[in-house]
């Protein structure tokens, strides 16, 4: 049912003028509570489906609730209720303390329970330091913390992370992604974009992958790698014999195998490029054992939630 979903879209689509196809038939059902990952290429589409989600444009044509509320009928009421951090700036001239209290006051968050939060956020952002400065003094990576920073002073059922860490070292950007899970812990729903993998590989309950406007592959980080991530690669060290000849040899019979891709030789090792690899290491070590060729070490690499995007949106 549509209202089991935090975000529900059917057959949304959005087409500017010019006829260019931004969102093609997306279908999207994002549960309570869940931090989904939303990945995709430029281009591919999330930027205008987070503006139709937010309110901030209509959908051409299909479905779209967010909260259970159809985001034409119910913009006022959907914008009570969710918050939103996206890529551009949109910072004013006072110092950043004033700053965190302007926003609670926008968002009629009473004084004592401005105050306390203002607090917490300056300690977990690390902008204690920055408290008395005027925003556009402080650098990129602040300025960024400062914006996630303000979107958590108030209540909100649902929030919207377009590349909320751009700019942060290693450290905080672990912080903020540990606080983003505690939050959505506590019943927040969280649609999270971004450029680094590793992060929705890290966070995300599921990841949908967009291309040209819809979705091209969904699940969990785990599922997606099982599904997608089945091309690995083993790297064979050898020891002994370097006959050149006789490993162009080898070379050819490892290509030969059933689900190998590729087999290149790179001075005293072989690497091995194929589908489901692990299944076929007896295969590739009685190649090199026919041979007399001596095996220093054999690994294989797992496969990572960068392998699957790029397989997925290069498909």
Aim: charged share 30%.
């Amino acid at each position: 049912m549509k209202s089991d979903f935090a975000i529900y879209t059917k057959d949304l689509v959005k087409v500017y003028d010019g006829g260019k196809v931004a969102v093609d038939k997306l279908n999207l059902g994002i549960n309570y509570n869940e931090i989904y990952g939303f990945l995709g290429k430029n281009g591919a589409g999330k930027s205008t489906t987070i503006k139709i989600l937010t309110t901030l444009m209509n959908p051409t044509s299909g479905e779209a609730q967010v909260l259970g509320m159809d985001v034409r009928k119910k913009a006022n009421a959907i914008r009570k209720r969710i918050g939103v951090v996206q890529q551009d700036e949109s910072f004013d001239f006072t110092t950043v303390e004033n700053n965190l209290k302007v926003y609670s006051m926008l968002w009629e968050v009473d004084g004592e329970t401005a105050k306390t939060r203002i607090n917490e956020m300056m300690d977990l952002f690390d902008l204690e330091e920055v408290r008395k400065k005027r925003a556009f003094e402080i650098s990129g990576g602040q300025k960024k913390r400062l914006q996630v920073a303000r979107e958590f002073l108030h209540d909100m059922d649902l929030v919207f992370l377009d590349e909320p860490t751009v700019g942060m070292d290693p450290e905080m950007r672990r912080r903020v992604l540990d606080y983003i899970t505690h939050r959505a812990r506590g019943g927040l729903t969280v649609l999270f974009t971004t450029q680094i993998l590793e992060e929705a590989d890290y966070i995300c309950d599921r990841i949908g992958i967009m291309v040209n406007g819809s979705i091209r592959a969904e699940g969990t980080s785990s599922f997606l790698k099982e599904k997608f991530g089945k091309l690995k690669e083993i790297h064979v060290k050898l020891s002994g014999n370097s006959d050149k000849d006789l490993k162009r040899k080898v070379i050819d019979e490892l290509s030969s195998i059933e689900g190998v891709e590729e087999a290149r030789l790179d001075g005293d090792s072989v690497f091995v490029l194929g589908y489901e690899i692990p299944k076929k290491i007896a295969k590739i070590a009685m190649v090199f054992e026919r041979h007399d060729l001596g095996i220093e070490s054999m690994e294989s690499s797992e496969p990572s939630l960068d392998d699957v995007f790029l397989k997925v949106v290069n498909s």
